[in-house]
């Protein structure tokens, strides 16, 4: 089942970026992890425009972790580009926040999010959080391979 | 010299009574016609004083019937009215032979002279008397008096609907005002509560980076930096997480403070056994937690009746001497028409002097780390307490123990959810 299509982070914390790439490391997550630091740039990563034009060193990723809160646009309009206007695979998307608002988490599943997740505040929370994603989603789910035949 | 004071009102009465008696004036009242005349009929007056408008029979008419009886007409008629008098009213009064209009409102002083003038001149020439009427001028005069009576009704109904317009544009206004202040409240109250929200965000994040960073320092590093250095690293864990919690509680004051609740009858003592149920702290073998009898409903709101409850209770098992077993009892009393709800502890107890300011925010009595806390958790009780329109206080000895009583209004309606009884179990 596994392949090795990398994890996209979207995220513009840099503590919260270096905590989830310590979780994962705690986990042994081996796919890699891409980094974009706002909604715009996850856009640009997605369509494979400007810098992230070249798709064998930006690939489409097999999971993208989400943050709502950012500059430039915001982690609801990145789904609703994704889910509406992108001619993109439907990719699985954990929005991963800080807050839990009845109302975000609302509109974010209604946007086609497939995941809420209440960012984990300590250490053991976020090493817990990282081997289920490890378990489920790289590993369960059968949505790499499906991605993999959807892209070539 | 004797009076007789006819008006329906009785404010009116009262007032010329008043008046007149102070110029040793003897007065009789009559607050209608008919009463009037039935005064008259048993006693000697020697001056009547009447308002126009009155039920069953206008001043008008009383003055016709008094001028045109043969005991009364010689005692001589004034009338007291509103100011919408015309030289017309004032031509039908003499015409009716009343003496003269006294124009409401005047002084007193002004009042009594044309009184004492009324009477003079009535001394000198006799009272006046009714105009005889021919015949052929019946029809003319009663068309006259039924359009002066019209004339006054229609402006005193004018008066009326004047009165209730401006009430009704003081209520109008009344009610803009209220709304407009009530839209200002919830717009500080929103503003507020957003200010919270993100206070609670932007300062815990940073909180929770230092934490974890420690963390990962202490499990990643642990086994290669000295002791020293993993206890300062312990030290900044443990001081985050108090700052932590002092932020929490802090914002839940303030939410308490805000909040819009809706006080209902709550089920007390199945809140109470799922709050210890939940919490180790509260169990053997950490604890010896008890509530002895049941619990009556009392009036309240979840939340809040939640906080005071832990808070409570968390301080009645901290505060124990080291190494020994809390040992809490928790019970009710009824007290009119109040419950009381009591912690009762065997810990260090506060003395009388601290007992005083207990209640108040971040006053800690026990700067020693071992009963370390954020200061905020009475004043959370008492807030909360005052929210639910209920009263907070503690007895206590120190060395003995503590009893902090929370007192609510008993709630005699059933309670949803109440322990199934005997009979519908098992089957």
């Known amino acids: 089942m596994k392949t090795n299509l990398p994890i996209l982070q979207v995220e513009d914390d840099d503590h919260d970026v270096f905590f989830l790439a310590h979780a994962f490391k705690k986990a042994a997550i081996t796919n890699p992890v891409q980094v974009v630091h706002d909604g715009q740039e996850a856009i640009d990563y997605l369509s494979g425009k400007g810098r992230f034009s070249d798709r064998s060193k930006f690939p489409l990723p097999c999971l993208i972790i989400l943050d709502l809160k950012m500059p430039r646009r915001t982690g609801m309009e990145v789904l609703a580009w994704l889910r509406q206007e992108s001619d993109l695979p439907p990719l699985p998307v954990i929005v991963f926040s800080s807050s839990a608002h009845r109302d975000d988490v609302d509109r974010a599943f209604v946007l086609g999010a497939n995941a809420f997740v209440s960012k984990p505040s300590s250490v053991e929370e976020r090493i817990r959080f990282a081997k289920s994603v490890k378990e489920f989603w790289l590993y369960f789910n059968e949505i790499q391979e499906a991605l993999l035949h959807a892209v070539r | ?427």
């Open chain 2, 1 to 427: 010299m004797k009076v007789l004071i006819v008006d329906d009102s009785e404010q009116n009465r009262h007032l010329l009574r008043a008046l007149l008696e102070s110029e040793s004036y003897q007065c009789e009242t009559a607050f209608n016609g008919p009463e009037a005349l039935e005064q008259l009929r048993h006693g000697e007056f020697d001056l009547v004083i009447t308002g126009v408008l009155m039920p069953e029979m206008d001043g008008f008419q009383l003055c016709y019937h008094i001028k045109t009886n043969e005991r009364f007409r010689a005692i001589p008629v004034v009338f007291y009215t509103a100011t919408y008098v015309d030289s017309n009213d004032a031509r039908l009064v003499l015409s009716l032979g009343a003496e003269d209009c006294i124009l409401k409102p005047t002084q007193p002083a002004e009042f009594l002279d044309s009184v004492r003038q009324i009477m003079a001149r009535v001394r000198a020439n006799g009272s006046r008397s009714i105009m005889p009427l021919p015949a052929a001028d019946e029809v003319k005069y009663l068309r006259e008096y039924s359009t002066r009576l019209v004339r006054k009704l229609e402006a005193k109904v004018r008066e009326a609907e004047e009165a209730n317009r401006r009430l009704g544009e003081l209520n109008a206004t009344l009610d803009e005002r209220v709304q407009e202040q009530t839209a200002q409240l919830q717009a500080a109250n929103r503003e507020l509560e957003a200010f919270s929200y993100s206070l609670s965000h932007d300062m815990r994040a940073p909180l929770r980076a230092i934490q974890s960073y420690a963390s990962i320092l202490l499990g990643d590093l642990g086994p290669e930096i000295s002791a020293e250095g993993r206890s300062s690293a312990d030290k900044i864990i443990s001081s985050a997480q108090r700052l932590d919690r002092l932020i929490r509680d802090v914002l839940a004051l303030s939410r308490l403070s805000y909040q819009t609740i809706r006080i209902q009858p709550q089920n007390v003592d199945a809140l109470l056994r799922q709050i210890l149920s939940e919490r180790p702290e509260f169990q053997e073998p950490q604890a010896d937690v008890r509530i002895k009898g049941f619990l009556p409903p009392v009036f309240g709101q979840e939340t809040l009746l939640t906080q005071c409850l832990t808070n409570l209770l968390g301080n009645a098992v901290k505060f124990v001497n080291r190494g020994s077993k809390p040992h809490v009892r928790i019970f009710s009393e009824r007290r009119d028409d109040k419950v009381r709800i009591v912690v009762e502890d065997r810990g260090i107890g506060i003395d009388t002097h601290e007992q005083q300011r207990l209640f108040q925010l971040f006053q800690q009595n026990h700067p020693n780390v071992e009963y370390e806390g954020t200061g905020v958790g009475l004043a959370i009780v008492r807030r909360a307490v005052e929210r639910m329109q209920g009263r907070v206080g503690v007895e206590s000895e120190p060395g003995k123990g503590s009893r902090f009583w929370v007192e609510l209004k008993v709630a005699n309606a059933l309670i949803e959810n109440q322990p199934a009884n005997s009979a519908s179990r098992g089957r």
